[in-house]
C-alpha cells in the first residue's frame, strides 16, 4: 500500500513575515538605483549619442535614454557592479536599528 502526503496549500504572499516583504522591497529599490547610476554612466560614456552621418534623426535623440535604461536594468540584472547590495546592505542595518 502506496501512501502519498498531503502537503497544505503554499501561503500567499501577505501571509509571509514583515521582514520578508521589506527585504525584497529594499533589494529592489537599492536595483533601481543601481540601473539608474548605470543608465547616467553610460549616458556620460556618449552611448546613444547622435551620430554625425547615418543618424537615425530626431526618433534617435528621442529614445535613446530608453535604450540606455534598457541596458542599464539588464547590467543590473546580471549582476551589476555591486552597488545595489551595497546599498541594500547599508538600508537594512538601518532599518533594522543596527
Known amino acids: 500500500m502506496d ?4 502537503l497544505p496549500p503554499p501561503r500567499p504572499i ?14 529592489s529599490a537599492a536595483q533601481k538605483l ?3 547610476f ?8 556618449g552611448l546613444g ?3 554625425d552621418t547615418f543618424g537615425g534623426g530626431v ?5 535613446s535614454s530608453f535604450l540606455r535604461e ?7 540584472a546580471a549582476g551589476g557592479i555591486g552597488l545595489a547590495e ?3 546592505e547599508a538600508m537594512k542595518v538601518r532599518i533594522d536599528g543596527g
Open 3 to 6: 501512501t502519498t502526503p498531503v
Open 14 to 27: 501577505s501571509a509571509l513575515p514583515d521582514y520578508i516583504q521589506t527585504d525584497s522591497k529594499l533589494r
Open 34 to 36: 543601481e540601473a539608474t
Open 38 to 45: 548605470l543608465a547616467e554612466m553610460l549616458k556620460s560614456a
Open 49 to 51: 549619442a547622435p551620430r
Open 59 to 63: 526618433g534617435e535623440d528621442q529614445f
Open 70 to 76: 534598457a541596458q542599464a536594468e539588464e547590467m543590473v
Open 86 to 88: 551595497a546599498l541594500f
